[in-house]
């Protein structure tokens, strides 16, 4: 029970509906956003294969006025799970907002989401990736500290010329093979979320309306899977833009990374893609080789903050070793 | 922890200090007397600090910062950067870093005003940033980036003005910072220049009598190391001959490291053929007492560069426990915390 006759409990899915309608009332249509249905928030919470996070404050009427979100992922650091949740989605009904002091239901909601979620067996690290004045609220309110400066990797020119020995195509989904890629790979990132087939056609494939586009790269000799790639068309400082949206290919293997970016900066550019933008940790092996492959460095609205709770979790190995892609964020 | 005074610092103290910070981060004690005599007594804009003095009259704590001229919208503040601080090792326990405390609740009331100092900032040893964070109102202002060039020959010169710094120095000219900057004119650019020991050279780019730029180089190892950078708002032309004055016939490694959002200063860098890597990846935090001017404010608009901010974070200050976390919002242990 929290202060002004409002109920504070955990979202549960015969609450789906209403959520969705507080979403829709209060952030209205979004271009980057599939629409807030019930649909959206049982694929985007009930359908995540880490679980779901959530709480809602209701009204002396039971209405749901206020709604604070989580999207958890297991992320594997240095060999151990451990659950990183984004927080997200987190609005209040307007007429609820103005008559409480401060601080409003947004900050209580966000602060009980914490000591709900903040506390040993749950969340390790709570993050986002929030604008400015976003930040300022979190930093005030729920002690998130900026990680880093958040840069985006854009390339405008022409690709390179197509990568012999490395053949590229498009996929509808992901299957035991990605899984497969991805248990090759996870060794060599020292602290990743799981990017298995179940993952990823949950956040991509099944995502309601989804706009994403899968592209594989394999070997032409033996056909063994090397990298894949998500992308999608977005807007983004004013323009229609290609966004690459997750990315896991061998640190080491320049042909597969160098073809597959080709080929996804080519169907953009086809499609009259002002731009390809890329977004990564600046402590990333990817990103001094985006900007090999062309890409260019410009300054992001976004600060990524995050809030660990997990005493093993230093904020240098964070910085050093956390790769991240936009896949890991819910923004596109 | 033992008897200790704490005042604030004279001009008379600077040695004292230079002394206790040399023998703290191990330095040589003639080359950190005369660089801390540079910074705090000869800046042409001066320096505040507190100094802890135990019963024997050592200077066994220092808590200081050599000011900055800045312009911030049209008006002028000064800005404090921590510098050559430190804490005798004995006086590190008793507690949460108790002498840390005191000279810094001593330092908050003396200077950080809107007519003394409207921030003071620092590159702090990663710990100390956790403590100042979580318990000295400290904040985030950004995470450096390094701007790197491998050694790929000169670059095109154009059209603009260049100098040496001596010319700067007898210019009354300022350099414009547009909306947030360091008020760099030609005596405090010359004074920059000067660090004892370093070598520093540097130049400042004229469109007529207008100062348009200015950036100053330290050569080392294998490496040249742009110290400082101000360019006009968006003149491209300034940079680009600054930039090939600095590269000059391009046989070194250059590389600067900046804490920035200017999406012009990047975009000059990378057309020179520089990189972006991420160095360091220190964090500047700040804190500031000017309602307006705070660290979001500043993380938008301020280009921020190793002369402003110094070219290694400060020596640990605390005795460096590990982090531990406060409680979390919301929570009983957590309440007053987080604007409960």
């Known amino acids: ?24 009332t209060a952030f209205g249509d979004d271009d980057r956003q599939p629409a807030f249905t019930a649909e959206w928030w049982r694929w985007k919470y009930a359908g995540n294969p880490a679980g779901y996070h959530g709480l809602v404050a209701l009204d002396p009427e039971g209405k749901i006025v206020g709604h604070y979100g989580g999207v958890p992922a297991d992320v594997r650091v240095d060999g151990a799970w451990l659950t990183f949740g984004q927080n997200c989605d987190s609005c209040s009904d307007p007429a609820v907002r103005r008559g ?11 602060q009980a989401y914490a000591s709900t979620y903040g506390i040993p067996g749950q969340d390790a690290v709570m993050y986002g990736l929030p604008n400015r004045n976003v930040h300022r609220i979190a930093s005030r309110y729920m002690d998130y500290w900026m990680l880093r400066q958040q840069w985006l990797l854009v390339a405008n020119g022409e690709p390179g010329p197509p990568t012999p020995g490395i053949r590229v195509h498009e996929a509808t989904s992901f299957d035991d093979e990605v899984t497969a890629l991805y248990e090759r790979l996870a060794p060599r990132y020292r602290c990743m979320a799981r990017r298995d087939a179940r993952v990823l056609n949950w956040r991509f494939r099944d ?8 592209t594989l790269a394999r070997d032409e000799g033996d056909a063994t899977l090397r990298a894949y790639a998500v992308h999608r068309r977005a807007r983004m400082m004013g323009h229609d ?49 985006f900007q090999q492959w ?26 050093e070793h956390w790769f991240y892609t936009l896949a890991d964020f819910d923004i596109f | 922890m033992g008897q200790h005074v704490i005042r604030a610092a004279s001009e008379a103290d600077w040695d004292r200090v230079a002394d206790g910070f040399a023998r703290h981060a191990d330095r040589d004690p003639a080359r950190t007397r005369a660089t801390v005599a540079h910074a705090m007594r000869d800046n042409p804009h001066g320096a505040s600090g507190i100094v802890a003095l135990d019963a024997r009259d050592r200077v066994v704590g220092h808590l200081g910062v050599t000011h900055l001229p800045m312009r911030i919208r049209g008006d002028d503040y000064v800005f404090g950067r921590f510098y050559a601080c430190f804490i005798d090792p004995a006086y590190r326990t008793g507690g949460v870093h108790s002498l840390f405390i005191e000279l810094d609740e001593m330092f908050r009331e003396a200077f950080e005003s809107r007519d003394r100092l409207a921030a003071v900032f620092g590159q702090w040893d990663e710990l100390d940033w956790w403590f100042l964070r979580h318990t000295r109102g400290h904040k985030a202002i950004a995470t450096s980036i390094d701007l790197c060039r491998a050694a790929a020959g000169a670059l095109p010169t154009g059209e603009i003005r260049i100098t040496g710094v001596d010319d700067g120095a007898r210019s009354p000219a300022v350099l414009d910072v547009g909306a947030c ?89 990378q057309a020179a053929g520089f990189s972006v890597e991420a160095g360091t990846e220190a964090y500047l935090s700040t804190r500031t007492v000017v309602p307006g001017i705070d660290y979001l404010s500043l993380s938008q608009s301020w280009h921020v560069t190793m002369a402003d901010a110094g070219v290694h974070p400060l020596p640990r200050l605390t005795i460096g426990e590990p982090i531990v976390y406060p409680p979390p919002p919301g929570t009983a242990d957590g309440r007053g915390r987080y604007g409960h």
């Open chain 1, 100 to 110: 409480l002091r401060n601080p409003g239901l947004f900050v209580r909601l966000a």
């Open chain 1, 1 to 24: 029970m929290s202060g002004a006759g409002l109920f504070i409990r955990r979202s549960a899915p015969d609450d789906a509906e209403a959520i969705a309608r507080l979403m829709a």
């Open chain 2, 181 to 269: 900057g360091v008020r760099r004119d030609g005596a405090f650019h010359a004074w920059r220049t000067a660090v004892p020991g370093a070598n520093d050279r540097g130049w400042c780019a004229w469109r007529e009598d207008a100062l348009v730029g200015v950036a100053i180089a330290r050569d080392r190892r294998d490496e040249r190391l742009l110290v400082d950078w101000a360019v006009a708002p968006d003149d491209d032309a300034a940079g680009h001959a600054l930039l090939a004055a600095v590269v000059g016939d391009g046989h070194v490694p250059v590389r600067a490291r900046f804490w920035t959002s200017d999406a012009f200063t990047l975009a000059l860098f």
């Open chain 1, 207 to 214: 995502a309601p309306g989804a706009a994403y586009r899968i």
């Open chain 1, 241 to 289: 833009v290609g966004l690459l949206m997750d990315w896991l290919c061998d640190p080491d293997d320049h042909e597969a990374g160098q073809a597959i970016q080709s080929v996804v900066r080519s169907f953009h550019g086809t499609h009259g893609r002002h731009a390809v933008a890329f977004v990564c940790p600046t402590s990333s092996t990817w990103f001094g080789r």
């Open chain 1, 294 to 319: 062309g890409f260019r460095v410009l300054p992001a609205s976004y600060m990524m903050v995050a809030r660990p709770f997990a005493h093993e979790l230093d904020p240098r190995l964070l910085r």
